[in-house]
């Protein structure tokens, strides 16, 4: 398992993408990953990534409602 930390900002919402070659990415998180409220940081879990020998990951921020 890795954990993926990225830089966020409290009452932002993100998604985690992962990609095997750049070009054709996946969400792999099941609903959208809130920021922690005090931190500067997220941490999301990537349990799949054992299975798989290389992993790009990049987040994106979701637009407001």
């Known amino acids: 398992e890795i954990e ?3 830089t966020s900002q ?3 919402f993100y998604d ?3 990609s095997d070659d750049l070009s054709a ?3 792999i ?3 959208a990953i809130s920021a922690s409220p005090g931190s500067e940081t ?3 879990p990537d349990v799949t990534s054992p ?6 990951y990049r987040v994106v921020e979701l637009a407001p409602d």
């Not at 299975?51 to 790009?56: D, S, V």
């Open 51 to 56: 299975a798989i020998p290389r992993r790009y």
């Open 10 to 12: 409290e009452g932002k």
């Open 29 to 31: 998180n099941n609903a």
């Open 4 to 6: 993926i930390t990225w």
């Open 42 to 44: 997220t941490t999301f």
């Open 25 to 27: 990415w996946a969400r």
């Open 16 to 18: 985690l993408d992962a």
